[in-house]
């Protein structure tokens, strides 16, 4: 247990449909991150918020919305994907990306999607 | 922006074996961490290590700054330790972002 914990853990859509994957931090912290996690590939940034805001848009999509209520929860909302963005989806939260010894990242267990 | 290889990519090791993974980066950093993916793709955090030596349990770390590297040690390695091993740094610049390399793929077999 990370404290960090994303729903829903899999999740099958079909091109058209509209889905949102959620996550929430118990840990405190003020940034959160979405990550995507394809096969052979790094892990490669997409947003990244601290205190609620968006301070890191990574080339992302717009099929891809983020969305951050407030510091604990952060949402990636999903419409009319690609077979492509099929992919394991992880979330991260650190106490303060701006401090030094403060960016220790810790990771939900992920969204594996899948898209038809 | 800042490069990190991991070697080897892929590792396969009798129970009971020790290990070496390398992480070998570009620039300066002040964030590095050692991450272990299980089959079911959580990522556990290692260890924190931008210098130094760390040691928890079977596993350590250690990374020499100055020449950009850093190593993970698991000794008396488990089934359990399966996985991929993630190393990932942020620049000096502290811009939030940390980049990962491309993992070790570490079977172990009973």
């Known amino acids: 247990e990370t404290g960090v914990t994303q729903t829903p853990r899999h999740l099958v859509m079909g091109m058209t449909n509209k889905k949102s994957l959620k996550c929430e931090q118990h840990?405190?912290?003020?940034?959160m991150y979405w990550y995507k996690q394809s096969a052979k590939k790094p892990l490669e940034l997409m947003f990244v918020y601290n205190f609620k805001e968006q301070t890191e848009n990574n080339s992302v999509p717009s099929r891809f919305s983020p969305e951050c209520p407030n510091s604990s929860h952060l949402f990636l909302h999903l419409h009319t994907l690609q077979p492509e963005d099929s992919a394991l989806y992880l979330c991260?939260?650190?106490?303060?990306?701006?401090?030094?010894?403060?960016?220790?990242?810790?990771f939900g267990a992920g969204t594996r999607l899948s898209v038809l | 922006g800042i490069q990190v290889e991991q070697s080897p990519p892929d590792l396969i090791l009798q129970e009971g074996a020790n290990s070496t993974l390398r992480c070998n980066f570009s620039?300066?950093?002040?964030?590095l961490q050692w991450f272990h993916q299980n089959p079911w793709g959580q990522l556990i955090n290692l260890f924190y290590?931008?210098?130094g030596t760390k040691q928890n349990g079977r596993l350590s770390a250690t990374t020499v700054a100055t020449e950009r590297y850093s190593l993970l040690y698991i000794s008396s390695s488990q089934t359990t330790d399966s996985g991929v091993y993630f190393c990932a740094v942020e620049g000096n610049f502290g811009n939030e972002k940390l980049t990962f390399g491309t993992g070790t793929r570490l079977t172990i077999i009973p």
């Open positions: 620039d300066s950093v002040n964030n």
């Open positions: 991260a939260s650190s106490q303060d990306p701006g401090a030094v010894a403060k960016n220790i990242q810790y």
């Open positions: 290590i931008p210098s």
């Open positions: 840990l405190g912290h003020n940034a």
